[in-house]
């Protein structure tokens, strides 16, 4: 799978030369990079060689094929002319071998992709909770992006919206943002399967998404900054603990609960997600990993390789509990995984994706996903890691920041999410 680190990105090729340019216009991770537009390349006076470049690289690093990308860089062919090739060529010039060739060759297919629904209907799995009302706006900035990349992230974000502006006006209406109504939150998780013909029932998981005061103090340690190009790893340099408010106090964020770091299923979940920063970006949507272990080596080997951005430390395991309604989830590896048919189609989809693994560290406590308002606003989404494995769906996560992102915009009074 194909590393977030800039450097790794680029390789040894003709791109290397141009890192310092690319920094300079504001193109500092892969994901943002990975959209660049033929503007956008000409504003950084790439040649066609580096145009050549950039397409082959993403096109690899979508496919997990990062390997060869040196070989085929050096080639001197481009993207076109390299998927014309025949499987004979490929393996015979460029050592590729036949599984990857099929996967290279598969122009509909990507390891990374997860693309959004044709419309946005709305959530397909999901409880809600009523909650009370609060009178704060939400706000939306951001960062400190250059204008150029900020504006292409939104010609991005508004081509794959585009087609659907009606149907996300309706799913607004669902939502009831009108003053006077209350925004409801959602708990969502995949449906449960009998283990051993029943024999063995799987661990019951909460209705209604966490209360914001229950989140709102969890005391939380940053262990790494968001991944930007020439950017010092703080894995060393221990921040003093904070509280969870200042995290969102004036952006919504996405927190992603990693059961842990070292586990394939763990890991494809937090490339996958990451593959999508520009559009968060696009939303104004701030995005954090939370550990309940810090094992230095763990945070090295998965930060910025499957996860670029800010990574935090949970040292009281105040998310997880909150995931669990209060207290923690966890499931033995021989029920919850080996006779687990839902757990282990997980694995094979992300040993699929080309993902490495270890088994370091603790590995029965349940992750999940939270998706919470800027300011007091609470939880609009909470997901729940009720197989091991389970994902929180990437186009339902953005449909939920786009809800977000569409209130602060329009200057919309913002209940709370919950109490």
């Keep these: 799978m194909g590393s977030f680190s800039m450097e790794d990105f680029v390789g040894e090729g003709i791109l290397k030369g141009l890192l310092p340019k690319l920094l300079e216009e504001g193109w500092d991770d892969v994901p943002t990079v990975k959209i660049m537009r033929a503007e956008d390349m000409d504003a950084a006076n790439m040649t066609q060689q580096q145009k050549d470049a950039l397409e082959i690289r993403t096109y690899l690093h979508d496919r997990a094929l990062m390997q060869y990308a040196d070989r085929l860089e050096a080639s001197g062919k481009g993207l076109p002319e390299l998927l014309g090739l025949s499987a004979t060529d490929l393996s015979s010039q460029f050592g590729m071998k036949r599984g990857h060739i099929a996967r290279f060759t598969d122009r509909s297919s990507s390891c990374a992709a997860d693309p959004l629904p044709a419309s946005y209907a709305g959530p397909v799995r999901r409880r809600v909770t009523t909650a009370s009302r609060n009178d704060s706006l939400y706000n939306s900035q951001h960062g400190t992006l250059s204008s150029r990349k900020m504006q292409s992230m939104n010609r991005s974000t508004m081509r794959i919206n585009s087609n659907n502006e009606k149907s996300l006006e309706q799913s607004m209406a669902e939502f009831k943002i009108q003053d006077g109504h209350i ?39 940053k262990l790494t900054p968001e991944y930007k190009l020439g950017m010092e790893r703080l894995v060393k340099t221990k921040t003093p603990p904070m509280k969870a408010s200042e995290l969102w106090r004036d952006k919504p964020a996405v927190l992603l609960c990693i059961r842990r770091p070292g586990c394939i299923m763990c890991r494809a979940e937090a490339h996958r997600l990451y593959t999508k920063k520009p559009i968060f970006d696009a939303f104004g949507i701030q995005l954090f990993a939370v550990l309940h272990e810090h094992i230095e080596s763990e945070v090295k080997n998965f930060w910025p ?55 370091k560290g603790e590995g029965e406590i349940k992750g999940g996903l939270f998706v919470v308002g800027s300011g007091k606003s609470g939880v609009a989404y909470q997901f729940i890691e009720r197989n091991f494995g389970d994902w929180a769906p990437v186009a339902e996560v953005i449909e939920i920041c786009s809800h977000l992102q569409y209130i602060s915009t329009r200057a919309l009074p913002a209940n709370t999410l919950s109490a």
């Excluded at 939150?185 to 051993?196: D, K, N, S, T, W």
């Excluded at 029932?201 to 103090?217: F, L, M, R």
Aim: aromatic share 12%; charged share 20%; with cysteine.
């Design 305 to 359: 390789r499957y996860w670029g951005g800010v990574i935090l430390f949970d040292q009281g395991m105040g998310f997880f509990k909150a995931l669990g309604g209060g207290k923690l989830l966890k499931d033995k590896f021989l029920t919850g995984f080996v006779f687990n048919s839902r757990a282990l189609a997980n694995y094979k989809r992300a040993k699929a994706m080309g993902v490495q693994q270890n088994f």
């Design 183 to 221: 925004f409801k939150g959602i708990v969502a998780a995949e449906p449960a399967e009998a283990r051993l013909c029943g024999c063995v029932q799987p661990p019951p998981i909460v209705e209604d998404v966490a209360p914001y005061s229950v989140i709102e103090n969890i005391s939380v340690q």
